[in-house]
């Protein structure tokens, strides 16, 4: 069992992908917290303190990119990973403000590599 595993924090509309996001980071060893849109999200990263943030691109209330200009403009959070995960191929902009792009569909085995590139394993040091 993993003492302390690296935090990801999963902001993505569709319950659907969450869920199974969710699963798959789960089971490879993360501790995952989600949030519906990018408001959510703000409040779940001061509570959680992510080691990673995954953002969706088209949500409602606050939007991917919203979400990642402001966490870019905060210094408590513009060093924070973010992973944008998105079926839009125009999205693959949106990765020069964040850290890495993953386009829907995905299986396991990428959205692994990409976190752990990231972040490393789920029991590695954090920051």
């Given at each position: 069992?993993?003492?302390?595993?690296?935090?990801?924090?999963?902001?993505?509309?569709?319950?659907?992908?969450?869920?199974?996001?969710?699963?798959?980071?789960?089971?490879?060893?993360?501790?995952?917290?989600?949030?519906?849109?990018?408001?959510?999200?703000?409040?779940?990263?001061?509570?959680?303190?992510?080691?990673?943030?995954?953002?969706?691109?088209?949500?409602?209330?606050?939007?991917?990119?919203?979400?990642?200009?402001?966490l870019r403009s905060n210094p408590d959070t513009m060093s924070l990973p973010i992973l944008v995960v998105s079926g839009l191929p125009e999205a693959?902009?949106?990765?020069?403000?964040?850290?890495?792009?993953?386009?829907?569909?995905?299986?396991?085995?990428?959205?692994?590599?990409?976190?752990?590139?990231?972040?490393?394993?789920?029991?590695?040091?954090?920051?």
């Amino acid at each position: 069992m993993i003492s302390n595993p690296r935090k990801i924090l999963i902001v993505e509309d569709d319950p659907t992908i969450r869920s199974m996001m969710r699963q798959m980071l789960e089971r490879a060893g993360y501790k995952i917290t989600e949030a519906e849109h990018g408001a959510v999200a703000l409040q779940r990263i001061a509570q959680a303190q992510p080691d990673l943030v995954t953002t969706n691109i088209m949500m409602p209330v606050v939007d991917g990119p919203a979400l990642i200009r402001r966490l870019r403009s905060n210094p408590d959070t513009m060093s924070l990973p973010i992973l944008v995960v998105s079926g839009l191929p125009e999205a693959a902009e949106y990765s020069r403000e964040a850290n890495g792009f993953l386009v829907k569909p995905f299986v396991q085995d990428q959205l692994l590599t990409v976190v752990s590139s990231m972040i490393g394993s789920p029991d590695s040091d954090p920051r």
